[in-house]
């Protein structure tokens, strides 16, 4: 028998024998796994076409509609996809210059993003330059330390969203760099800058405790690393917080092998990722989350 | 009545599991997909960009002026006829709008070598000419800084011995590499005075170790780019015929 009439005969069931107080979502008991796909990009800084066929780095490599066919294929493959940005979506060819940043959210709505984080290039043309471009988004900002009291942007971004997909509750959470010394104080006008690991273990003790999240993901424009080990980055955000299960970073474009794993503050892996830049690659993590298993004791397997 | 049965077994094992039901992460996977040509092109998207890319294209063609031969930051030592001209436009662009914002003159202009991004080649010249010789969004600021760090602004550049681009500002040194004189504007630089010297916003900020900038008395920022500044030059002249001098020279 197909599984889904037998879910159907199921339901059917439960309608009929009508036992207080359990829903049909009892019934997802009886898949097995669930599989949670997240895919990102970082640094993308206007880059809609791809390098043309003599640039000496990058020849033919990137471009949106390839991007586009990428991404359909992944959410067809599994409808449970999110696809986030870690910033500096603006500056780098002259399709901002020319546009202000118009064709990167539209074509970023049409692409059909979840969620983004602000990088610093983000605000190129100032804090109001960012917030006239926004009607051109269909999809959220957000960031947690960043504080847009008394600027255009104030209440256009959340400090993080909550998505459901197949039952499995996902917080994403952003984070913005220190743009004192990186943006033109007359560009960032009085956007205050919070410490971005204080706000990161407000954020995961709202999204666990609170919120119950099953996966907790922080889309960071702070940078992968740094020779300054005080410079907050992702490894060491990682390393002094708990119960994030993912940093998309961005900001250094860093291009990575493999996704960094990272003992984080409980000594549990975290996943650090950032895929380069001006979207030359696309990053894909997998979650798989199994019902009804006790968690081993060695945890999760991280196949990088 | 086997859908009773399963039914039943359904229930059953519902209320085993009533109390565990959470789905537990077990196993997390990574990769990373570069997007190559091998990749099919989303034709919608395709025709969405294309209205705009025609635009731009066509916009960054429009011929502005003209350039009488090719020049190139690798034309010579110490000054270059390019980096002249960048220096030159900058001063001769920024100095209206900073005069008429602080009542001052801009004393002189330093730009950096490495801000030059390519050649400028002979005949046509485009706006797309000027994104390529700057395709950097860096802006003009202007710093009023003590002859002092003048001195040391001229020290940088006798020591660096590479054609910065400079306006207003004339170093001698000797065949030692020594300096023997620098002037701005003609003058010698006094080091009680304050200079109003115009940079862009990356050298401001200490970029290319030029760390005589700050502190400043105070800064201006102009809200110029270096780009626009040849753009709109670009589009006031018919030729631009730019020549190495003697604004930085070595006695031989």
Do not use: W
Not at chain 2, 76 to 97: C, R
Not at chain 2, 173 to 182: C, E, F, H, R, S
């Amino acid at each position: 028998m197909k599984r889904r009439d037998f879910i159907q005969q199921a339901s059917i069931g439960t309608a009929l024998v009508s036992l207080g107080g359990l829903g049909l979502q009892s019934f997802t008991t009886l898949e097995k796994t669930k599989k949670i796909t997240i895919i990102h990009t970082n640094d993308v800084h206007s880059h809609i076409d791809p390098f043309p066929p003599d640039d000496p780095r990058n020849a033919n490599i990137g471009g949106v509609a390839r991007r586009a066919s990428l991404i359909e294929a992944i959410r067809k493959e599994n409808p449970n996809t999110l696809l986030l940005d870690a910033g500096d979506i603006f500056q780098g060819t002259p399709y901002f210059n020319y546009y202000g940043g118009e064709l990167e959210f539209k074509l970023m709505s049409k692409l059909k993003y979840d969620v983004a984080t602000i990088g610093n290039h983000d605000f190129d043309n100032g804090i109001e330059g960012l917030y006239s471009q926004l009607p051109h988004a269909n999809f959220d900002f957000i960031s947690a330390n960043y504080d847009f009291t008394n600027t255009a942007m104030d209440t256009h971004t959340k400090p993080y969203k909550i998505f459901l997909k197949d039952g499995i509750k996902i917080g994403v959470f952003g984070l913005g760099v220190e743009l004192d010394g990186l943006v033109s104080p007359e560009n960032f006008k009085e956007t205050k800058y919070l410490d971005p690991i204080e706000i990161s273990q407000d954020m995961t003790r709202i999204l666990k405790d609170e919120k119950g999240c099953d996966l907790i993901i922080c889309l960071s424009h702070l940078g992968y690393d740094y020779h300054d080990s005080k410079t907050i980055s992702d490894l060491n955000l990682a390393k002094a917080t708990k119960n994030i299960d993912l940093i998309i970073g961005g900001h250094t474009h860093t291009f990575l092998p493999k996704p960094t794993i990272v003992k984080n503050l409980d000594g549990i892996n975290t996943l650090v990722n950032q895929v380069g830049c001006y979207g030359i690659n696309l990053g894909r993590i997998d979650f798989y989350f199994d019902a009804n298993k006790n968690k081993s004791a060695d945890g999760v397997s991280i196949t990088v | 009545m086997r859908f009773t049965h399963l039914i039943y077994l359904l229930y059953f094992l519902v209320f085993l599991n009533c109390k565990k039901d959470k789905f537990e992460l077990t196993k997390i996977e990574g990769h990373q997909i570069q997007i190559t040509d091998t990749l099919k092109t989303d034709q919608s998207i395709e025709d969405y960009v294309k209205p705009y890319r025609d635009h731009i294209q066509k916009d960054l063609d429009s011929v502005l002026a003209y350039a009488s031969n090719t020049y190139s930051k690798t034309d010579s030592k110490l000054n270059t006829a390019i980096g002249n001209f960048m220096a030159d436009v900058a001063y001769e662009q920024a100095n209206p709008v900073f005069l008429k914002r602080s009542g001052h003159n801009i004393d002189m202009v330093l730009l950096n070598f490495g801000g030059i991004r390519s050649i400028l080649p002979k005949g046509k010249i485009s706006k797309g000419t000027a994104f390529k010789l700057m395709p950097f969004e860096n802006s003009i600021v202007v710093a009023a800084i003590k002859g002092t760090q003048v001195n040391q602004l001229v020290d940088y550049l006798v020591k660096a011995k590479t054609a910065h681009p400079i306006s207003k500002l004339q170093i001698i040194i000797n065949t030692d590499g020594q300096l023997v004189d620098a002037k701005i504007n003609g003058k010698n630089i006094d080091p009680n005075k304050t200079y109003y010297v115009a940079t862009n916003d990356y050298l401001y900020e200490g970029g290319d170790h030029m760390t005589f900038f700050k502190p400043s008395d105070s800064l201006y920022r102009l809200n110029y780019k270096i780009r626009n500044t040849l753009i709109d030059y670009f589009m006031k002249v018919d030729t631009v015929n730019p020549v190495q001098d003697n604004r930085f020279i070595q006695i031989k």
